[in-house]
Every structure is written in C-alpha cells, then in structure tokens.
C-alpha cells in the first residue's frame, strides 16, 4: 500500500464517522490549546512586568531608608532616618560605577490648571533622574542644574498631567500652574512611559528640581529616594556593595550598627520575577498537558471501538492479500491523523483565545516553538495511545476475522 492510498483509506474511515472522530479529537483539542494559552499568559506577564520594570529605567539601584535597625543582636523599631543632600554628594564625589545618581523627594499633591486641577504625584529630583530614568522630552526642555541650584520654579509634566490640566500637551508649554500657593511654569512635557506595575499611569507626574520641592513643598531637607544608574549590569553587585560603605559612612554608622537603609536591585527583582513566572507557567503547562494524556486514552478507546467493529474488513484485507504490517499502519496512521488534526484545531483554539484575552488587556505571547512543540506531542500521544488497537488489529488471524459477526 503506497503512502496516498493509505492516506486515502485512513480519511475515508474517519470521514465515515465525523462526530464521533472529532469528540475523539477533542481532549487533544483542548489539551493542546490549554498548553499554547497558559505558557502564552505566562509569557505574556513575564514580559509585561519586564516591560514595567525597564521602564522605570535600567541598571538601577534605589535606596530607602529603613524602618528596623539590627542593634547587638536585636531588631528595634526607629523612626525612619531620610537621607540628605550630604549623603546625595557623597555618592557622586566617590561612585566608581554610576553613570546618574539623584535625590527624590515625593509627594501627592493638587494641581490646579485652566482646565481643572487632578491629583497629582509631584518628584523633586536632580538632573540625573532623567539619565536614570530613561526620561526625554517630547515637548519644550528638561529642566538643568542651574535651575536646580537657583531654585526655579521650573517644571516638566507627564503627558497625562498636561492633558488633565491644559486640555493639551502642546496646550501647556509656557503656562502656569499651581500647588498650594505657588505657581509653576512647564517648559517641557515627557515622553509617554505609559502604565506601571499595578497599572498605576507613569504619565500622571509632575517632576520639578529637587531643592525647589525641598523648600517650596515639603519645607525640609529630608530625602525620601536615592537612585543610582549603573554603567553596566555586570558591575551591579559591586556598586551595590560600594554604595552601602559610602552611606554607611557618610551616615555615621559603626561596625556593629545595622545599615538604617536598604538598596534594592533592580536586576534582581527582575530576575525573581521572572523566575517566579517560569515556574508558575511551567506548573500550569503542566497541568494542561493532563488533558492532552485524557485525550490520548479517549483515541485509544475508540480505535479498539473501531477495531472491533472493523474486524470483518481487518479479515476481507488479509484474505486478499493485505499484510499485518500495512493493517498495523493503517490503523496507526487513523489514529495519528486523528490526534494530529486535534492538534492544528487546539492551535486554532488558543490563537482565538489570545485575541479574545488581548480585548480585557490580558498579555499573551503565543510562541511559535511551543506551539510546534504542542502540534508534534499530540502526533506523538496519537501514535503511543494508537499503538496497542494498531497492533490488535495486525494480529487478528484471517479466519476469525472473516467469521466475526
């Protein structure tokens, strides 16, 4: 028997009894679909949080002053030590890896503008924040140091805030605003960065120098932030240590006093989530991979089905002439066929579920490997689950067959 009569014989027989070929077909079907979507979702939010962190800028390491300090041996609570613009120069004058260090000072404020006020949050930083930060200007300028050490009343607004309080990006250039009882002119709107982590709007900010926020907002030398840009991921272990004695004793801290700040790397945190997502998506491929083992014992169950009810033709072919080893591949290639076409209408399945996740903003990225890999586990469940029926059916003798009723 050449290749299309085999083909030709093994659509024939499926095409014979089409529901009952596609029920068969259908824990391949979701089987397959349910892997490509999970390590789609998986990969989805992996790259969406990836997305979210870089764009908070790269190489980055932010310091926070901390809540507990470690003192002979016991954790005591104290009240938070911010840092100071002392500890700002430090870092700058002696910093062998950073390529921007800043200052932040934060706050929640309410804007006033012409076209309404919003609530807005508000970060006095250095010049450096925008290097850090990967931060241009779409329109106008950003604001320099000399603004900074003469205390401008200069600032620079997300898209979104520019929006909310002018009507237009374009619309805020040159106009004021105002917080509280001061006055601010935008020389200079910031290219979209979009949602963050929690889907919080990065464009809903107004950044204005940092000593103008320390005595125009806040009224206090405190700085809530420090953040250091690395020259190159491969020395964010060293700044990190470097940055930690350079505090410590700009701070004052002795050998048996616990650091009253924490550092966080930014490529650490990237690397945990991502490794929390891998397994998390491994898990549930796992999971729906179950399904597709249901759908193989559901193929082997309907060719012994089919197997049984065949057998007069199984004796008809070997009587004239059919050998065992063309029945063997028949029915192996029925049931293969079978697991294969569940496997191209599971991919089907889970492109449509892709699209339909992308319209609730749900992030996918479906892989073309994993879905090949998917398509070729299903041939392969067809042929392991289709094996024993394939082989009842070869070792049928001719006799028994022709007399089956």
Same mark, same amino acid.
């Given at each position: ?21 596609l ?16 390590v789609a ?5 992996q ?23 470690n ?20 870092l700058?004058?002696?910093?062998s890896y ?30 450096d ?13 950003l604001f ?10 200069v600032?620079? #607004? ?56 320390m ?31 350079i #505090? ?15 550092i ?12 929390? #997502? ?13 399904s ?12 012994l ?9 199984i004796g ?9 080893r063309?029945i063997?591949l028949?029915f ?17 399945l ?14 996918t990225a479906?892989?073309?490997v ?7 586990f ?7 689950f ?17 007399r089956?009723?």
């Amino acid at each position: 028997m050449n290749l299309f009569q085999l083909l030709q014989t093994c659509f024939r027989s499926i095409l014979r009894n089409r529901m009952r070929s596609l029920l068969t077909s259908l824990g391949i079907i979701i089987g397959v679909g349910s892997v490509i979507i999970m390590v789609a979702i998986g990969e989805g939010s992996q790259a969406s949080i990836e997305k979210s962190l870089t764009a908070m800028g790269t190489n980055l390491l932010q310091v926070m002053p901390a809540r507990n300090m470690n003192r002979n041996g016991r954790t005591t609570q104290m009240r938070i030590s911010s840092f100071t613009k002392k500890d700002i120069d430090k870092l700058k004058l002696e910093s062998s890896y950073a390529a921007a260090i800043t200052g932040v000072v934060q706050g929640s404020v309410t804007a006033v503008g012409p076209e309404g006020s919003d609530q807005v949050q508000v970060n006095g930083v250095d010049p450096d924040f925008f290097i850090a930060r990967n931060w241009n200007a779409n329109l106008g300028v950003l604001f320099e140091q000399d603004d900074l050490d003469t205390r401008n009343t200069v600032i620079d #607004l997300g898209n979104s805030t520019a929006v909310n309080l002018f009507g237009s990006a374009e619309a805020s250039l040159g106009q004021q605003l105002r917080i509280n009882t001061n006055y601010y002119t935008v020389i200079g709107v910031l290219e979209s960065k979009g949602s963050g982590l929690g889907g919080n709007d990065q464009d809903n900010i107004i950044i204005m120098p940092l000593d103008t926020a320390m005595t125009r907002l806040n009224n206090s030398r405190n700085i809530n932030t420090i953040i250091i840009s690395v020259i190159d991921k491969k020395y964010m272990d060293a700044a990190q240590k470097e940055t930690e004695l350079i #505090l410590r004793e700009s701070r004052n801290l002795g050998d048996n006093v616990a650091s009253d700040f924490s550092i966080f790397n930014q490529a650490e945190m990237i690397d945990m989530a991502s490794g929390v #997502l891998q397994t998390m998506t491994t898990l549930l491929a796992a999971i729906a991979g179950v399904s597709l083992l249901v759908g193989g014992i559901g193929i082997m169950n309907i060719m012994l089905v089919s197997v049984t009810e065949r057998t007069r033709e199984i004796g008809i072919r070997m009587a004239i002439g059919g050998r065992k080893r063309d029945i063997l591949l028949q029915f192996l290639s029925e049931s293969m066929i079978l697991s294969l076409m569940g496997g191209i209408l599971g991919i089907g399945l889970a492109a449509l579920a892709g699209r339909l996740l992308a319209l609730v903003k749900i992030p996918t990225a479906i892989n073309p490997v994993i879905v090949a890999i998917a398509a070729l586990f299903a041939a392969v469940v067809g042929i392991i689950f289709g094996y024993y029926p394939a082989l009842k059916a070869a070792r049928l003798y001719p006799i028994d067959a022709l007399r089956y009723e």
